[in-house]
């Protein structure tokens, strides 16, 4: 069984993260068309992926000894408070209210002369010694904070980290959280769209973008590069990487060059322009088609598909001469199109030799519960149960969405390209109803999500992509809290037991029913 595979797997990362000569990861089997996209960094995360929790805290806040304050303090070159004045402590969170982190012995370290507390905190601090604490936190509900309660301008505190249990010793060299790489284990794809924060990304210029040694990686500029080509390496994944929008040719060249330089050679890195850039709720749309209007290039229909292939060729262009000729089958870079309404990738690809210089077709065929999703049948809605909206959900997979993959298929034909999903899943929100009715229809989609039948629809959902000649479609997305804002991921928090997630556990059978060769 592929969970025991995932088990496995599991149990050989905490060993690690115990013991520097535990063996190897054993990777569960993979499939060529089961990957998923990684939820962005943020302070209220779910996801917890790296070892270091500060990677993804919301950065430094002042606070007053009686609570007052909220202020950002003058940060050192590091990221750090350059002093403070007296009856001030620097605070930070690094885990947010029900984000279920694991319980156990947190280790903190940091250099530097200073004192570090932890505010509000449901922990007992076990042991302190110069640059060392150990937190011993036995509730996962509540906020975790770190504060800086005294640094010498000198010598000011710096390099905090607040380690996951069990990964002090093994973090600098494996700077991912092991619960995080056991989840993600069977993918064989990993799209890094939410990582890179490629939406309206504000990145033109390679000096501007995140790097390894910031603080916090929950930042408009994203995770750094080198972290997701670690990542990939880490699970012998291969990456599929987005393209910020406005980035400049000597940003892409040096992109390339990263990626040729430490991407294992095994790996194929996917290269996107952007995300969605046929999506004018983006702002990236409304930018090229800017562009598309200053150049003089045309914009059928309102978009900016002319200008979006010149891109996309010139990215290619660029990757083909770091890379060279010999390393041609180490990257493959895709034209990326709306899966209900072909015209921007088909104007895309007939632009100028846009077809013959990409490799794939990538659309993002989401299903849904569409007379659910109807707030004016809310009510009626409401008196369903979980079955009837799994019926809707099928009937949506079985109706539009076979026959939208199935035109893009055609298209992609055409052209004898791949058809890949750069995303795809369950599209359902409950943000758009009305406010008094939208905590139930919150509740009402999420217990259909949990519910065992959703194991089946998403069953259904990937083996009509596969049986359409779909290679890999990723899921969207893996780990993350369920709003009104969306149900997207397959598991709720890293440290859910994959047996109560049942898209998660479809997406396992899938592979297990459609391994690489």
Known sequence: MLLAGVSAALATLRARAENASAPALRLAPRSAHVGINLAG???????????????????????ERGGAGGAKPVLNADGYPASLAPGQRAVLAV???DTRYATGEYVVRWDGDGEIGFPGVAAKVTSRAPGRAVVDVRENRGQLWVSIERTNPADPLRRLRFLWPGTESTHEAQPFNPEFLAKLAPFQTLRFMDWGATNGSPVAHWSERAQPGELTYASPRGVPVESMIALANALHADPWFCIPHQADDDYVRRFAALVQERLEPGLVATIEYS??????????????LAQSQRLGLPSPSGQASAFYAERVLNIAAIFADVFGAAQRKRWSVVVAGQ???????????????TAARVDALAIAPYFRAAAAADPKQVDATLALDADAIHAQMLASIDGEVRSRIAENAKLAQRHRLR????????????????????DRMTAFFASAHRHPRMRDVYRRYYETWIEAGGAVLNQYNDIGRWSKWGFWSVLEHVTQD?????KYQ???????????P
């Open 95 to 97: 885990a947010w209210s």
């Open 41 to 63: 960094i943020a302070y209220w995360t779910t996801q917890f992926p790296f070892a270091d929790l500060v990677k993804n805290s919301d950065g430094w806040s002042l606070r």
């Open 498 to 502: 994959s047996a109560s997630a049942p």
């Open 419 to 438: 058809l890949v999903g750069y995303e795809g899943g369950a599209h359902d929100t409950s943000s758009y109803f009305p406010a008094d009715k939208q």
């Open 339 to 353: 899966a209900a309404w072909t015209q921007f990738a088909a104007n895309a690809l007939a632009w100028k030799d």
């Open 275 to 288: 995300n969605e850039v046929w999506n004018g709720g983006f702002a990236q749309a409304r930018w090229a």
């Open 506 to 516: 479809a997406l396992l059978e899938t592979i297990a029913a459609h391994p690489a």
